[in-house]
Structures are given as structure tokens and as C-alpha cells.
């Protein structure tokens, strides 16, 4: 008897099987693994469950060798390997995976997620296709008893699949500043939460603002003010590391987080892209040159606050345009209740 099967979908390009490079590149664009629900996940992944009337659902994405559970339904798991995972096997194919007996069928008869305490039975997963062909996850749901599947459900699920994709692409946009291409300042605060919670691990944080800039917008017009943001995004891009988190905060402000960086390397960093840019010609219309004025923070050990770190960082920043501009300063130490007035910038 054959206990599985392929439900053929057309509602979705072929996915590129064969790119595991491309794949986990187009993982990595979304940023998920580490970050929180979704909006929007939970209510997929209860519905779901609802209409297969299934004892468990979820939403995963597979990285090199981690499956990474988001919104579960009736598991409280966040995390598995990929050597056990139906959603590994899922997201090779074109099609949604379907198993309706698990101890019948030689794939994953021996699965420790069959043969032990779970007990897996039943599994359908629904491959997370991006829209430039990428297998990142699955949106499944699975049981412990022997289940079989109408067409009908199939299709509702490659819906709901569709609409996860839908929320990943929104929230990317939401993630992105429209001029720079960067992070945004919604997603930089995220990287910083994450970054407040690793206490056992150092960062520092940068806050830089491109000295005068009013003066540029003034002068030559908001175009040409919009296209130095652009380069200088793409010179401080050009000079940082993997790890590094870049965004701009807001108007000609950036923001950029060194992970795994004490406050003496991040001053080192800071002074290395100041000059950088100090000495980097803009070409057309505009100002030849810009600098920067930068403030440099450590994230403090364990109990620190992100309001706080970043008030340092800000406090260190107006100390740079107090004291001349084109330079960086730091905050070494600062107290949780850290804050800084906003004016003399610019």
C-alpha cells in the first residue's frame, strides 16, 4: 500500500531544489530564526490545526542544519535537528509532502520523531516558496494516529502557505529603509533586544550622523541630500563585517551594531569609518566631501536596557558635535536612567 504521497500544486513556481547556497541566502534575507513570532503566524498555524483537525501544527524554516519552529500548536518545541525533520524533506520537492502512516513508510519509519516519546504518525507539509523560487520552510501539520488527506485541504494549506510568504515579504519591507536599502530603525531596535539578551556575550553600538547635513539639503536641494545618504550607505556597507548590523536611524543618522565587539575595538572601528568617509570624493552635484561626527557605546554586562545603551551612544554622538565635529567619542560607563537632550545636531 502506498502510505504517501505527492500532492502536485500550481500555485507556485518551481522551486530552485538544487541551490542550497541560494536557499539559505534567501533564509537569512528574512532574518526569522532569531526573532519572534510574526504577527499574524499564530493565527495561521490555529486555523490550520482547526481544519485538518490535527493535534499539532507549525511553521518552520531549515537552516544548514537546524529546523527552527515558529508558532506551535499543540508542541512546545522552538528547535530540532535537520537529520529528524519531515520539513527537511519537505522543502526538496515541489510539492506538499504528505505521510499518512510514518511507521509504514521507509523514510521515517526509524525517525526518532516516529519511534520515540512523540510517537509521529501523520505529517503535511507545505513548502515556504519565496517568490524568487526558494524552499525556505514548511507550513505543516501532524498527529499520532494513521490519517489520510482530502485535496481540498491540500489546497487551503498551500494558501496559508502562500500567506506566510505574504507576511515574511511585508515585514521585510517594513525591516528596510526605502532610500538606503539598509536596515530600518524598527529593525535595528530588534537587533539591539536580541543583542541585550545574549549577557554573556560583548557589543557595542555606533551612532554616527553626517555632520551639516541640513546644510547640504539647503543648498543643493533634498535629491542631492538623498543621493550622499545613499553613497555613504553603500561606503559604510563596503567596510564592515558580516555580523555587522547597519541601519539608518532616521534622517541622516545610521546606527550600526558590532556584535562580539568590546568598547576599545569599537572606538577603533568607529575611527576607521570616519576616516573613511572623510576622505571619500562624491562625485556630481553636491558637497565634494562629508564627514561624520560618531558616538560609541559598550553594551553594559547583565541587567542592561536598550533604552540606556542607546541614550549612551546618543550622549557620546552630541559629544562629538559639541566638540568640533568630524571625530568620535565614547561612553565608556553610563547609568541605566542614561539620557541625552536633542538638540546641537545637525
Known amino acids: 500500500m502506498n502510505t504517501s504521497a505527492s500532492i502536485p500544486l500550481q500555485f507556485f513556481a518551481k522551486p530552485k531544489l538544487s541551490d542550497e547556497h541560494g536557499r539559505q541566502a534567501a533564509l537569512r ?10 504577527h499574524g503566524f499564530d493565527l495561521i498555524t490555529t486555523i490550520v490545526k482547526r481544519i485538518f483537525n490535527a493535534e499539532m501544527a507549525a511553521i518552520t524554516f531549515i537552516d544548514a542544519d537546524t529546523q527552527w519552529v515558529k ?36 523514510r521515517f519509519r526509524d525517525n526518532p520523531m516516529v519511534t520515540g516519546p512523540l510517537g509521529l504518525r501523520w505529517y503535511c507539509g507545505m513548502p515556504l516558496t519565496t517568490p524568487d523560487g526558494y524552499n525556505v520552510g514548511s507550513l505543516c501539520v501532524f498527529g499520532t494516529k494513521p490519517s ?19 507576511h515574511l515579504e511585508l515585514r521585510s519591507l517594513a525591516r528596510t529603509d526605502a532610500l ?3 536596515l530600518s530603525r524598527r529593525a535595528m531596535d530588534e537587533h539591539l533586544t536580541l543583542a541585550i539578551s545574549a549577557t554573556d556575550r560583548p557589543a557595542s553600538l555606533l551612532l554616527m550622523d553626517v555632520d551639516r547635513f541640513k546644510a547640504v539639503n539647503d543648498t543643493y536641494g533634498h535629491p542631492t541630500g538623498d543621493r550622499v545618504l545613499v553613497t555613504l550607505a ?25 556584535p562580539d565587539t568590546s568598547y576599545d575595538d569599537a572606538l577603533d572601528i568607529a575611527e576607521r569609518l570616519r576616516r573613511v568617509v572623510a576622505a571619500h570624493h562624491l562625485s556630481g552635484p553636491g ?18 536596557r536598550m533604552d540606556a545603551w542607546l541614550n549612551a551612544a546618543d550622549t557620546a554622538l552630541l559629544s ?27
Open 234 to 258: 553603500g561606503i559604510l556597507q563596503a567596510h564592515l563585517r558580516p555580523d555587522d548590523q547597519l541601519a539608518r536611524y532616521g534622517g541622516e543618522e545610521f546606527a550600526i551594531l558590532l
Open 29 to 38: 534575507r528574512y532574518d526569522i530564526i532569531c526573532s519572534d513570532t510574526v
Open 148 to 166: 489520510r488527506f482530502e485535496l481540498e485541504h491540500i489546497e487551503i494549506l498551500a494558501d496559508f502557505a502562500a500567506l506566510v510568504i505574504d
Open 287 to 304: 558637497p565634494e566631501r562629508i564627514t561624520l561626527s560618531i558616538g560609541v557605546a559598550a553594551r553594559r554586562a547583565q541587567g542592561d
Open 180 to 182: 538606503t536599502g539598509l
Open 320 to 346: 562629538a558635535k559639541r566638540s568640533g565635529r568630524n571625530r568620535v567619542c565614547g561612553t565608556p560607563r553610563y547609568p541605566r536612567s542614561a539620557t541625552v537632550a536633542q538638540d546641537e545636531k545637525g
Open 71 to 106: 508558532a506551535p500548536k499543540g508542541i512546545a518545541i522552538d528547535r530540532t535537528d535537520c537529520a529528524t525533520a519531515f520539513c527537511n524533506l519537505t522543502i526538496r520537492q515541489t510539492d506538499a509532502l504528505t505521510v499518512t502512516d510514518a511507521t509504514l513508510d521507509p
